[in-house]
């Protein structure tokens, strides 16, 4: 490694991304097609719930109301960390350690329970079409290999492949909308699944618990912050794009589906054949050609998200690393590509280890390793947020004379930790939607508890980082470039 490796501060390569490759890295990372033919499907199946698709609106609600101030902040802090440096800023530096292991289990966990999905779904196709018999976890580790080379490239190579894989995987789930809404049943599109009255009944809350998880990806744009070419203006624009396309994306289609199914009947035909619902309806009013094309479409975005997950966890590392608040050699990136090498190969080695431990253990890939690491990250990325807007109102209540209106500043960030707050509630205390109906009771509280006890052991180490290595504590969330005298202490700040 050390040939192919620069010394800590050398940092990311800069100036290589623009607006469209975050908005291509964040809305890979929600990955549409994955949440067409797997989220949404589910969602009708579990919540029978017919108005689900107006649930994405106001999730893409909220979701622009957190924006509002984290696209603020991106402008005066920039680390490949994110919600990490924001909380440490905002919040003081233990409380940005504790959100570092928190992000750190939370963008693990769905990266690695994707790798469930692709093993199942491609093993599948595989079988189907070719005939080639193989282990789910055969095809997961050949994923793994990809992935893993591809995160050792230079970014904007990563965000040209993101690309293309996007707007395929985009025009697969447009053919399906447009064949659904094409052939409503009954021959007469109906309005209902987007009907205040239905989606506010039973099923309310596992339909807010699985649609939270189909946008977990939007606020990574961040990440990337350091080696954008406007670091001002860019993180802001994506992440605004990212949220506005998936919000009303997901709605048109999960609509879509009430409008060829019937909205009495969504649920009982998700239930029955779930992406079935989708490719079978392609299959008979698109062609069996073109149906085949959106199934690898299907898992080519599964790989997409896998990519963008690994990405981003990367970059937590290396910021991470950087700052001595993990191990120092994480912050090692490639002289040639100015990728974080240590970083990748570290998310690389962890997510074989998960997978394989899942494998000697008899794990389903869906219904454990998939859906149950899903949750997982979709309680610890809706916690991130949270504690995000709290941020944004810590660090400019102590940085005044930036620019940014009162709405900006205190108003948005404080109306979003209030929303935040009460989907974060509802995701918890409906956390067994997310589970098979066979599942062990304990995992309804066990698996969101992974949060927690990261949020703990992130907090304990921060204090130990404190007392034992002051000066490393100190550089806490600064990031490559910002100088000591330039940043008021949150700590002190706070206390003030």
Not at 141 to 161: I, M, P
Not at 171 to 198: H, R, T, Y
Not at 249 to 267: C, D, H, K, Q, R
């Amino acid at each position: 490694m050390s040939s192919d490796t620069s010394p800590r501060g050398a940092g990311l390569r800069r100036g290589r991304l623009g607006t469209a490759h975050l908005v291509f890295f964040t809305v890979a990372a929600s990955a549409p097609l994955t949440v067409l033919g797997g989220g949404v499907t589910t969602m009708y199946a579990v919540s029978g719930n017919t108005g689900a698709a107006l649930s994405y609106l106001l999730l893409a609600v909220v979701l622009g109301v957190f924006a509002v101030g984290y696209a603020a902040m991106s402008r005066h802090v920039s680390n490949a960390g994110a919600f990490y440096s924001y909380i440490a800023n905002g919040l003081g530096r233990a409380g940005g350690v504790s959100a570092s292991f928190v992000a750190l289990s939370a963008y693990n966990a769905i990266q690695i329970g994707l790798y469930g999905l692709f093993g199942a779904i491609f093993g599948d196709f595989m079988a189907t079409k070719f005939n080639v018999e193989l282990a789910w976890w055969g095809w997961a580790l050949l994923a793994w290999v990809v992935v893993g080379l591809l995160g050792l490239l230079q970014v904007d190579l990563n965000a040209t492949v993101l690309a293309v894989l996007l707007v395929l995987e985009c025009a697969a789930v447009v053919i399906f909308d447009a064949v659904a809404i094409g052939n409503p049943a009954g021959g007469q599109i109906s309005f209902a699944g987007l009907a205040p009255e239905n989606l506010f009944t039973a099923g309310f809350g596992a339909v807010l618990a699985l649609g939270i998880a189909s946008f977990t990806g939007f606020e990574s744009g961040a990440i990337y912050s350091e080696e954008v070419r406007d670091p001002r203006r860019t993180v802001a624009r994506a992440t605004y794009i990212a949220v506005a396309f998936t919000g009303l994306f997901y709605a048109l289609s999960a609509w879509a589906l009430t409008v060829l199914t019937g909205p009495e009947n969504a649920p009982a035909a998700a239930a029955e054949a779930g992406p079935g619902v989708v490719f079978g309806a392609i299959a008979e009013y698109a062609g069996v050609l073109i149906a085949d094309l959106a199934n690898v479409l299907f898992i080519t975005s599964v790989l997409a998200a896998l990519l963008s997950f690994h990405n981003g966890v990367a970059r937590y590392a290396f910021a991470l690393g950087r700052e001595r608040v993990l191990p120092e050699f994480l912050s090692r990136t490639g002289a040639r590509t100015g990728a974080p090498v240590a970083g990748s190969l570290t998310q690389s080695a962890l997510a074989i280890v998960v997978v394989l431990a899942f494998v000697a253990t008899g794990g389903d890939p869906v219904l454990d390793l998939f859906t149950w690491l899903s949750g997982v990250s979709a309680v610890g990325v809706v916690l991130l947020m949270t504690l995000t807007s709290g941020a944004v109102i810590g660090f400019f209540g102590h940085h005044r004379g930036t620019g940014e209106s009162a709405w900006q500043r205190r108003y948005a960030p404080a109306l979003a930790t209030a929303l935040l707050l009460a989907v974060l509630g509802v995701l918890v205390g409906n956390f067994d939607a997310l589970l098979a109906p066979d599942s062990p009771s304990y995992l309804s509280w066990l698996l969101p508890g992974i949060t927690g006890i990261a949020a703990a052991a992130g907090l304990a180490w921060g204090a130990v980082l404190r007392s034992i290595r002051p000066a490393d504590y100190e550089r806490i969330g600064r990031g490559a470039t910002e100088p000591v005298g330039d940043r008021v202490d949150p700590e002190l700040a706070l206390t003030r």
